[in-house]
């Protein structure tokens, strides 16, 4: 009885808190979804499957995606300029005689375009690290830019669709175990491509 009681008082406490987040969104205007997304892509530790949950449910499937997709791109582009113009020199500096991380740096800066899009397009890839490791070993800007175009389709269209989902459902414990089976398969893929191109 105990355990049903606390399980109700989580699951209300979640819900208070997701539809306090979306009203916020709804009331403060795209250009506060549009912040959220930019945030995740300069600081690694915040939630981006979350907060395209939150544009997904606050402004819709189209303009969700369309508000999220722009922030990301916009935010690994600014992540992938400090890299290149800010810490590129103090990093070479550091690491001119550190032999493995040089070769990670020319792995990166060498890698073929087709595998740049996948990396980026997979779920867990650490999308800031590739963002300053490109900018870091001075990639060529279009090539950059355009594989950003290109793989975060996938990554936000992937991520709001599972986080709506989970918002949508908690309560549906089979759409839940559905999410988590997507995630873990997702997490599985994203391991094995990366030992694949050798990342």
Not at 51 to 63: D, L
Not at 122 to 133: G, R, Y
Not at 165 to 176: Q, R, V, Y
Request: proline share 2%; with cysteine; charged share 15%.
């Amino acid at each position: 009885m105990y355990y049903n009681i606390d399980g109700d008082i989580m699951n209300e406490t979640f819900t208070s808190l997701v539809e306090f987040a979306v009203e916020f969104l709804k009331n403060n205007g795209a250009i506060a979804g549009f912040f959220l997304v930019i945030l995740e892509s300069i600081i690694p530790i915040l939630p981006l499957g979350i907060f395209v949950a939150f544009n997904f449910s606050a402004y819709g499937y189209f303009f969700g995606f369309l508000i999220s997709y722009i922030a990301t791109i916009t935010g690994c582009t600014i992540s992938y300029s400090f890299a290149k113009f800010m810490i590129n020199i103090y990093i070479t500096k550091k690491a001119k005689n550190k032999e493995n991380f040089n070769k990670v740096l020319n792995k990166i800066k060498q890698i073929n375009f087709s595998h740049l899009v996948l990396v980026m397009a997979l779920p867990f890839s650490p999308a800031f690290l590739i963002n300053v490791s490109a900018g870091i070993t001075r990639m060529n800007f279009k090539k950059f830019f355009f594989a950003l175009l290109i793989s975060k389709i996938s990554i936000i269209y992937f991520w709001g669709m599972v986080g709506k989902s989970l918002i949508d459902s908690m309560g549906d414990i089979k759409t839940i175990l559905m999410v988590l089976l997507s995630l873990g398969f997702s997490y599985l893929i994203s391991k094995i491509v990366s030992k694949k191109i050798n990342l």
